[in-house]
């Protein structure tokens, strides 16, 4: 998996994904964070505690709810239902409370 990027939006046309881009960075900001950095970070030993795994992961989370606002679109629902089964399985690991 690769990081985000212009290729990775919709559109047929360069043109058209760089303007779906542009548009993820002006609504999510400066905090981008994807499964494709997350899993370069914790394959490349880059977290130094599971706390900025879960920081990272939750980032996810945030930027898939401000880019995608109908919560009736199937991205908006698989966002939340991987939200709700990551912090499930997190509280269920206890890792939170060993740090």
Do not use: H
Request: include cysteine; aromatic fraction near 10%.
């Amino acid at each position: 998996m690769k990081p985000v990027s212009v290729l990775s939006f919709g559109g047929e046309t360069q043109e058209q994904k760089e303007k779906a881009f542009n548009q993820y960075l002006e609504i999510v900001g400066g905090k981008l964070m994807d499964l494709g950095t997350v899993t370069e970070r914790a394959r490349g030993g880059k977290y130094d505690n599971p706390l900025n795994f879960r920081d990272d992961m939750r980032q996810i989370f945030i930027n898939c709810r401000k880019f995608n606002t109908d919560p009736e679109s199937i991205v908006s629902k698989a966002g939340e239902k991987l939200s709700e089964t990551f912090e499930t399985r997190w509280k269920e690991s206890g890792i939170e409370e060993l740090w």
